[in-house]
Every structure is written in C-alpha cells, then in structure tokens.
Nanobody, 129 residues
Framework: QVQLVESGGASVQAGGSLRLSCAASGTTYAIYYMASMAWFRQAPGKEREGVAAIGRGTGWTNYADSVKGRFTISQDNAKNTVYLTMNSLKPEDAAMYYC???????????????????WGQGTQVTVTS
C-alpha cells in the first residue's frame, strides 16, 4: 500500500506561482514499484484531467498542452516526493490538484486516470483575477 499526501495548495492572484508537493509513504515493496507519478486536477463541473507526469527511474516528463512552459514536475526520490511548480497561474488553473502513482514505467497514456492505482486526497488551488 502507498499513501500519497499533497500539500502546497493556496489562493493566489493570476500571474502568481505555487509549488505543490506530494509525499509518498508505505511499505518498501510498494514504494519500489511506484514507477511513475502524476498530477491531475479537477475543477467543479469538469472532468479530472492529467496535468503532468514523471517517470521515477528515467525521469521522463510529460505535460498537458494547457500547462506547457508554465508548470514543471520534478521529484526527489530520496524523499519519495514529487513536486509541481506552477508559474504564471491563470484563473482556469483553479482546481483541486491530485497526486497519483502508478506501477507503469513508460510515458504512454500518462494522462489516463485508470493507469494510476494510488491517489492522494487533493490540495485546492484558487486563482483570483
């Protein structure tokens, strides 16, 4: 079993920045098999969408077109923590942000919720204009 705990959500003005963190904990076996991690978001009345993902071994990264050039996903494997640095925030970035972990190592279908077995409870990001 893996537990994911997100933090860092806040209310910011448009154009501002935030860094979200996702700390993973669990059995050594479960942590070892976490091969990729991702951030998703869901705004009220909208479907959950993939924002960014990273491969824990090779470090590949992928981003949704809507956040490319503004968001950066990174990791500290020693701390079992994944980060999402969000710059130039827009009102449309406002959502609940979720961290997710998968045993699938490759980058294809990184945006598909079904590939992720473990999910955090979410952290709220509000962007005011």
């Amino acid at each position: 079993q893996v537990q994911l705990v997100e933090s860092g959500g806040a209310s910011v003005q448009a154009g501002g920045s935030l860094r979200l963190s996702c700390a993973a904990s669990g059995t050594t076996y479960a942590i070892y098999y976490m091969a990729s991690m991702a951030w998703f978001r869901q705004a009220p009345g909208k479907e959950r969408e993939g924002v960014a993902a990273i491969g824990r071994g090779t470090g590949w990264t992928n981003y949704a077109d809507s956040v490319k050039g503004r968001f950066t996903i990174s990791q500290d494997n020693a701390k079992n923590t994944v980060y999402l640095t969000m710059n130039s925030l827009k009102p449309e970035d406002a959502a609940m942000y979720y961290c997710a972990a998968s045993s699938i190592p490759y980058s294809g279908t990184w945006y598909a919720s079904a590939r992720y077995k473990y999910w955090g409870q979410g952290t709220q990001v509000t962007v005011t204009s």
